[in-house]
């Protein structure tokens, strides 16, 4: 079993739909990142929360460390938003060592 | 400000040879972290350097090296190539320790 899985593994959605996808892990974290990859393979880092919640434009990020497990939402999608979505973790007592999920890829179509 | 640039974008080698792989990180950052990223897959740690230092090492085997120069710019090394290495490797730096990283653009590497 991975220690951190995400759900779900592809997702397709049409324009202005609210998505939201899921990250669960199963050890102890200092952080969680969600990152967005695009094809090529550029990675963005968009959020890296250790509590509560995060907003940056139309992303939501949010995390609850009790039942380990955070989501990230996406309100009124967009065709630019198709990427795949990666939620990584830092777990405790590590340095910069993150683990890292499958990842979601989401298209969404006009 | 420049981000963080890795050379070269890609690399296509045959098995047993050797490869080294290049990362300059954004100007003032100190800790370089390399992943490698199999099709498919979500990136997998491999090594964490900051202040020249190795911080952390991944599950990979011995083939794979790296270390830091004093400008803070990392060199991944990979000996003995497999099939299985081709990959894209990705390298991201943080100002400090423990922070949000910056990820470069890969370096796609195919061994044939």
């Known amino acids: 079993k991975n220690e951190v899985e995400q759900s779900p593994q592809n997702l397709t959605a049409q324009e202005g739909e609210f998505i939201t996808i899921n990250c669960s892990y199963s050890?102890?974290?200092?952080?969680l990142h969600w990152l967005q990859q695009h094809p090529g393979g550029g990675i963005v880092s968009l959020f890296m929360?250790?509590?509560g919640k995060k907003k940056h434009g139309r992303l939501i990020a949010t995390i609850n460390i009790q039942e380990k497990h955070s989501s990230l939402h996406i309100t009124a999608s967009h065709p630019r938003d198709s990427a795949v979505y990666i939620c990584?973790?830092?777990?405790?007592?590590?340095?910069?060592?993150?683990?890292f999920g499958t990842g979601t890829r989401l298209q969404v179509t006009l | 400000d420049a981000g963080v640039t890795q050379s070269p974008t890609h690399l296509i080698k045959t098995r047993g040879q050797h490869v080294t792989l290049r990362c300059s990180p954004i100007?003032?950052?100190?800790?370089v972290s390399w992943y490698q990223q199999v099709l498919g897959q979500g990136p997998q740690f491999i090594f964490q350097?900051?202040?020249?230092?190795?911080?952390g090492r991944g599950n990979f085997p011995d083939r794979f090296s790296a270390r830091q120069f004093p400008n803070y710019s990392s060199e991944l090394n990979v000996n003995a190539l497999l099939l299985g290495d081709s990959a894209l490797y990705l390298c991201?730096?943080?100002?400090?320790?423990?922070?949000?990283?910056?990820f470069g653009p890969g370096t796609r590497l195919l061994v044939l």
């Open positions: 050890v102890g974290i200092s952080a």
């Open positions: 100007s003032g950052h100190k800790s």
């Open positions: 350097y900051y202040e020249k230092e190795e911080r």
């Open positions: 929360l250790s509590s």
């Open positions: 990584a973790v830092r777990e405790t007592g590590t340095a910069s060592k993150l683990t």
């Open positions: 991201a730096s943080s100002p400090i320790d423990q922070e949000t990283q910056y």
